[in-house]
């Protein structure tokens, strides 16, 4: 993949989320009747800019595209004349500014909900939580997990997919618990096995919750019968056909499509070898596999899927699909229990019970955006969700700058009977930008670290 790859699908996510978010704060002002000046995607100098509605209001793409923001009518950045003065935002009520200010993150939320909910009315399809063959001396294996166990339940919570599993393994193992998993295996038996996952650490950095347990993803071996051709690839300019069963590459015998797909992919721009059967007949050809760009490493492929296996596909995935309804009712739960645990990340990395190694800056949300977008439409969409929902936690916390931090103000004022004093703010302000800052830093570092380690 070349850099347009990731930076192309990170500029759109970033993009909509920008909008979504500065719709939020935009839509709730002009339903208060304040006067929006300005509706900005990025910061610095205009690159585009145009003047629509009775208020004229400037629509503006900036150069500096990580952010944006809504200027209003306010009395404490410039003179406001005395007939539009019940439209200024510093003029509004309390409630009124809270529910402006709150906008912004509740439309990031929003969003990832409407975006998990079309997912699941519509259908996505899953891994099945079903295990292989457990690591040797793991903590999964001395707990009797065998090859082909398929997940039932962690602790009588339902899981339907790998990802959930995951999902919950990672939830449980910030409390250091001890969880009882639930399995049934091909001969229909069912078995609880008892998992401490008091030793697994959440961190980017290391192995991923699974990994550090024993537990691996079911990968049945799958033949190498060559299914679907790309238009012009090097396997249908080398002659080969869907329905071929390669038994050869060169003198390495093949027994199965990971070892075509790996013998492939050590070979970009040599010419190949290839045998395979057709209709029990042998036919030889010689092919070149295309270079290919993969997270820095350059790979081999000649343009070929490989063939349905029937049984095979139901047996790896399943399709999760609800009504309407039903849809809704997970979109929410999603986007809560992700909301809930980005928060609880958080507090625990102030306390330092987890890594701040956990940090992410725009690099590494590049490369999973490139990353989700070459895997498929419903990958990016939860991408998009899990970016949104960060974007709407982030900027709840209750920190000067941020939109939690104006929040946070409100609240004082509630209490006190009185705004904030201009003092008190511009010290809030310092603090915050130094927090920000020194949380960018972070991230920034964690990236550059990921870089070199990959």
């Known amino acids: 993949m070349g850099p347009l790859d990731y930076i192309l699908p990170f500029l759109l996510a970033l993009g909509i989320l ?8 935009y839509s709730v002002a002009r339903l208060c009747g304040v006067k929006v000046l300005r509706f900005s995607v990025g910061f610095g100098k205009p690159l585009l800019l145009r003047r629509f509605g009775a208020d004229q209001t400037e629509w503006v793409l900036s150069a500096f595209p990580l952010g944006g923001y809504v ?7 410039a003179p406001v004349a005395s007939h539009e003065l019940h439209r200024a935002f510093n003029r509004q009520t309390v409630w009124r500014r809270i529910a402006i200010v709150a906008a912004g993150p509740l439309a990031n939320l929003i969003l990832a909900v409407a975006l998990y909910w079309g997912l699941y009315a519509g259908g996505v399809e899953e891994l099945r ?9 793991s903590l999964a294996q001395q707990a009797g ?3 082909g166990d398929l997940v039932r339940s962690v602790d009588g919570r339902a899981v339907e997919t790998w990802q959930e599993f995951r999902w919950v393994l990672i939830n449980e193992a910030l409390d250091k618990r001890v969880v009882v998993i639930e399995t049934i295996n091909d001969a229909r038996e069912i078995a609880f096995r008892k998992l401490d996952l008091s030793a697994a650490t959440v961190d980017q950095d290391k192995q991923d919750i699974s990994a550090q ?9 799958l033949p190498a019968v060559l299914g679907s051709l790309s238009p012009g690839g090097a396997a249908e300019a080398a002659g080969l056909r869907t329905g071929d069963r390669v038994v050869r590459v060169g003198e390495l015998r093949v027994d199965d499509w990971t070892a075509l797909v790996t013998a492939v992919r050590d070979a970009p721009g040599q010419s190949l070898e290839i045998e395979v059967n057709r209709g029990g007949a042998p036919f030889v050809t010689r092919v070149v596999p295309a270079s290919v760009d993969e997270n820095g490493r350059t790979i081999g492929r000649i343009g070929v899927g490989v063939a349905d296996q029937e049984g095979r596909r139901e047996q790896m995935f399943v399709t999760v699909r609800y009504d309407l309804l039903d849809a809704l009712g997970k ?3 999603q986007t809560w229990d992700t909301a809930a645990l980005s928060l609880s990340v958080m507090g625990r990395m102030i306390v330092g019970e987890v890594s701040v190694k956990n940090l992410s800056g ?7 955006a490139g990353q989700s977008a070459r895997m498929g439409f419903s990958h990016y969409i939860k991408f998009l969700a899990l970016i949104s929902i960060s974007l709407g936690v982030l900027n709840l916390l209750p920190v000067p700058v941020l939109d939690g931090g104006h929040l946070l103000y409100y609240v004082i004022e509630i209490i006190k009977g009185g705004p904030v004093s201009e003092r008190v703010m511009e010290i809030g302000q310092q603090i915050g930008m130094a927090l ?3 949380l960018m830093a972070f991230a920034f570092y964690n990236d550059i670290n990921r870089l070199v380690a990959s």
């Not at 725009?362 to 999973?368: M, R």
């Open 18 to 25: 920008i909008v979504v978010h500065e719709f939020g704060h």
């Open 71 to 77: 200027k209003m009518l306010d009395e404490r950045e």
């Open 436 to 438: 920000l800052a020194a």
């Open 331 to 333: 979109g929410v739960e």
């Open 129 to 137: 939580p079903r295990l292989g063959p457990s690591v040797t001396a």
């Open 213 to 221: 347990l024993g537990l691996t993803l079911q990968r049945p071996k």
């Open 145 to 147: 997990f065998a090859d």
């Open 362 to 368: 725009p690099v590494t949300i590049a490369d999973f």
